[in-house]
Every structure is written in structure tokens, then in C-alpha cells.
């Protein structure tokens, strides 16, 4: 089963995805992971995306494509798995699909998980992230036991410099306008699921639990 998982930074698609990842045994394969761990490994892909991930815009859907595409091509996604910020543009939605034609295969489902702006904003700039293991965490509403240290390997917690607030603003525009079209894209081949992401983290996990496992019957 192939599942894009689309909403606005913020929406939760990270923290669904592990979830959904591990119960569904579907590989997670996140665009934005794939980028930050090529900017610390100072690849040559990390250097290309530098500028782009920095200041919250997209990177050139070139370099983006053959990225996730590269990435598909592992034997872990030769039956399914689930894209977390992949596709972000109407040429990465059309490249994926042409991609999983070639191999008679195509998006089963698309989940739009939806929230409103202002909480979008509220949730980024109090994120603080794992960089060891990526586990998320929230200084208002999800605060680690310790300060600084994550619950699950004790390994440090960071802001990502994306969650500013500005560039927070600029990541949302970009989403607006490049990335809400793909919404339109999947409903007309009636694979768009809305969902509401002001539901509780468990409560929405388990409607996408029930709703994949439907699919996959
Ligand atoms: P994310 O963790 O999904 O919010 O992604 C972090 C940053 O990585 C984005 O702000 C972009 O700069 C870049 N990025 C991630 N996914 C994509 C994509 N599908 N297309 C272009 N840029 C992306």
C-alpha cells in the first residue's frame, strides 16, 4: 500500500507517520528527514538543499524527485510505504506517480490531515525536536520529563531553525500556494481522505489505523 500523508508544516504529519509507520510495518519515508540528514552528513545533496531548507522554502522539485525517488527504489519500498511532506508540488505528485505506473503500481490513498493557521503557528514555534531519535516534543502541551533531554533515549532536544516564527509565516505560504493544489489532484481520483487535525494525537492515530487497515482489506 502506497499513502501521502499531506498538511501544512505543523499539521502533524510526523508524529501520525511513526505511528502509522510502525503499526502498519509501512517504511516512513519523510522528504524533510531525508534533507536534514543529508545537511548533517554535509553531502553533496545536503549542500544543494542548504539555502532552500534554511529560509522555509521548497527545494527545486529536480533534486527533490530524484531524491525520494532514489529513496522508493530500496527493496523495504518495493510493496508499499508512506510519504511524510512528499509530494509539495504538482511536478512531485506527477513524477511519483508516473514512477509507480512503471512498476504497475499507484497511490492507494491520500490523508489531508487539515488544521487552522493560527494553530499551525502556536505549534511550530513551541516545537522542540530529538536529535538523536527526531521524537517530537512541545513546550506547552507536550513538555519532555526532563528540560532539554528526550523521554525515549535522553538524547538533546533542538528548535529546528525552520520552526521561527518568520520562517514558520514563510512555510505556510509556500504551502498555501504550491502545495494545496495536490489536494485538488488526489480528490479528483478519489484517493483524498480529509481528516480534522485538531483531534487529539491518539484519537486521530486511531482513525487513520482503522481507516489504512480498511484499504488494506
Ligand atoms: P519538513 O520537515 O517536511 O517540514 O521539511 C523541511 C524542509 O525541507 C522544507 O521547508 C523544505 O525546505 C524541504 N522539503 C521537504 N520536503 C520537500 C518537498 N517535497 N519539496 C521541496 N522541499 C521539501
Known amino acids: 500500500m502506497y499513502v501521502v500523508l499531506l498538511g501544512a508544516p505543523g499539521a502533524g504529519k510526523g508524529t501520525q507517520a511513526s505511528t ?15 534533507f536534514r540528514e543529508a545537511l548533517r552528513s554535509r553531502t553533496e545533496l545536503g549542500l544543494l538543499a542548504k539555502s532552500y531548507v534554511e529560509e522555509g522554502e521548497l527545494v527545486p522539485d529536480e533534486i527533490t524527485i530524484n531524491m525520494i525517488l532514489e529513496r522508493t527504489a530500496l527493496p523495504d519500498c518495493a510493496s508499499g510505504c508512506l510519504f511524510d511532506g512528499f509530494p509539495r508540488t504538482m511536478d512531485q505528485a506527477e513524477a511519483l506517480d508516473k514512477r509507480l505506473a512503471e512498476a504497475g503500481r499507484s497511490i492507494d490513498l491520500a490523508v489531508y490531515i487539515d488544521v487552522p493557521e493560527d494553530e499551525l503557528v502556536k505549534r511550530l514555534s513551541g ?7 527526531q521524537a517530537p516534543y512541545h513546550m506547552l502541551t507536550s513538555p519532555p520529563r526532563a528540560p532539554g533531554k528526550c523521554d525515549r533515549c535522553g538524547g538533546e532536544l533542538y528548535q529546528r531553525p525552520d520552526d521561527q516564527e518568520e520562517t514558520v509565516r514563510e512555510r505556510l505560504k509556500v504551502f498555501l500556494s504550491q502545495t494545496v493544489p495536490i489536494l485538488d489532484y488526489y480528490r479528483k481520483q478519489h484517493k483524498l481522505v480529509e481528516m480534522d487535525g485538531c483531534k487529539g494525537i491518539q484519537e486521530l492515530a486511531g482513525e487513520m489505523i ?8
Open 127 to 133: 516545537r522542540w525536536i530529538c536529535k538523536n531519535c
Open 210 to 217: 482503522s481507516l489504512l487497515k480498511k484499504r488494506e482489506e
Open 20 to 34: 502509522l509507520s510502525r503499526e502498519m510495518n509501512l517504511p516512513h519515508v519523510a522528504s524533510g528527514d531525508l
